[in-house]
């Protein structure tokens, strides 16, 4: 069978930031940049993704265009023997992340109806952060959303990939973009809003330490969808005339302008309510909904914040979903159509116990933290950065003589820092990532 391509480079580029802008752009973007020293965190986070991330983004493209596979056949073909680990790596991570990614998105779909219900006029009465927890640790109401988000993604990816995940991207991420320019155009003009501007853009360097660096790096990696996979699979549908470096330059741009106007979003709103900008987990779904109720016409921006943000989770989830089930139809041979139901089920299954930690599971715990935490953890911590190690040695060492061809498009698109690139991807990202891995591990 043919395999499908991208319609045309849009397309890629818009499903590409799709995978890439997600809750780690809105949700934890905001809130790190404004606790690790705004404006220094900035500075560092930017070198990051310009250096580190940008070379690991151009190697995992090249490593999927070269091999037109799934992340294992695609291991095989330029690494093989044990660099197939980490195509193994590749296929099991997305069900983890997923798992729990759609527990959240079932969460943001959950205020989409609840922000609706609040504009005609069906408020709940109870405090927001008990509204919350109410939600979250219900057994039954959060895999039913859980459930929903889920169907949608798999629907989206039944369809294809052109039919389906690159034309729900070129819908849902302009769209996108308008939600979040009228956010921001809102929380900026609000009383006071020049604060939370500062807040999130001053640098304060006595903030700038290892802990700063590696939270940097390993929020770039995170952000950018890098480590799983997820654009190895992307990239085996591109082009091979198609130019990677600058494709990659766009869904990288993308991804960090999104989350720099996440931070213009939230913080001049936080700012102007007298919140505490360092809320964390709790400042999209309580401190946000808090901020919304004493805004005039709030109920209605709530509704275009939450449908922003369930945007943005979907666009992500689809990118994950679409890994296992290009190695099952790949390698497998099984047609797209099961290869989607078998992952979906099996991933809203391993997600039941996540949802399940926010309430009567909260007491199962593994190492001090319950099911939900835990797998965020070993897939944050461990899981993202090998898989990015994998993908940079791959490209850097054994692959190198095909994997630096395919950047060039043999030869045809010279790339003066094409060195550069290559010592990057052979020394400088692994040992970065393992430093970054070893600051993180903190179970003791
Ligand atoms: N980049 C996504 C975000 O910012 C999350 C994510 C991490 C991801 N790794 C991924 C999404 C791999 C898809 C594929 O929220």
């Known amino acids: 069978m043919q395999r499908e391509h991208w319609g045309s480079r849009f397309g890629f580029i818009m499903a590409a930031a799709g995978s890439a802008v997600g809750l780690g752009n809105i949700w934890k973007f905001p809130y790190l940049a404004g606790s690790e020293g705004g404006g220094a965190f900035l500075i560092i986070y930017l070198a990051m993704v310009a250096t580190i991330g940008l070379s690991a983004m151009i190697a995992e493209i090249a490593i999927g265009r070269y091999a037109q596979l799934d992340p294992i056949g695609a291991f095989k073909k330029t690494g093989g023997g044990p660099w197939v680990i980490f195509g193994i790596l590749a296929i099991l991570t997305p069900f983890l992340i997923l798992s729990f990614y759609s527990v959240v998105g079932g969460w943001t779909i959950a205020y989409i109806v609840k922000s609706f219900a609040l504009m005609f006029g069906g408020g709940s009465g109870v405090g927001h952060e008990d509204q919350f927890n109410q939600l979250v640790s219900s057994p039954v109401e959060p895999i039913i959303y859980h459930a929903l988000f889920m169907g949608l993604s ?135 909904p808090a901020i919304f109720e004493s805004m005039p016409a709030g109920a209605l921006f709530q509704a275009l914040f939450f449908i922003m943000l369930t945007i943005a989770a979907v666009t992500s989830s ?105 010592w990057i991807c052979r020394i400088v990202a692994p040992i970065a990532i393992l430093w970054i891995v070893a600051t993180m591990t903190n179970l003791a």
């Open 154 to 288: 798999m629907v989206i990816v039944l369809k294809g990939v052109t039919d389906g995940i690159e034309k729900a991207s070129k819908i849902l991420m302009p769209l996108l973009f308008v939600l979040l320019l009228v956010l921001v155009v809102r929380s900026l003009t609000l009383p006071n809003a020049m604060a939370g501007v500062k807040f999130l853009l001053e640098p304060d360097f006595s903030k700038v330490n290892s802990n700063m660096i590696s939270a940097a790096l390993g929020q770039a990696f995170f952000s950018l969808s890098l480590g799983m996979g997820a654009l190895i699979t992307y990239g085996s549908y591109v082009a091979k005339d198609s130019n990677i470096r600058t494709s990659a330059g766009w869904i990288l741009s993308l991804d960090t302008v999104v989350a720099v106007l996440a931070g213009l979003m939230i913080m001049p709103a936080v700012f102007s309510f007298g919140m505490d900008p360092g809320a964390g987990p709790g400042l999209t779904f309580i401190t946000l």
């Open 318 to 422: 689809i990118s994950l979903l679409n890994i296992p089930v290009a190695w099952l139809c790949d390698e497998k041979g099984m047609s797209r159509s099961a290869a989607t139901i078998l992952v979906s089920v099996v991933t809203f299954a391993l997600g039941v116990p996540s949802s399940l930690a926010m309430g009567v599971w909260g007491d199962v715990q593994f190492f001090g933290m319950n099911f939900f935490e835990l797998l965020s953890y070993l897939t944050d911590t461990y899981a993202l950065p090998l898989g990015g190690i994998g993908s940079c040695l791959v490209a850097g060492w054994i692959g190198y003589g095909k994997i630096g061809r395919e950047v060039t498009n043999d030869g045809a698109l010279p790339f003066a820092l094409l060195p550069v690139w290559k």
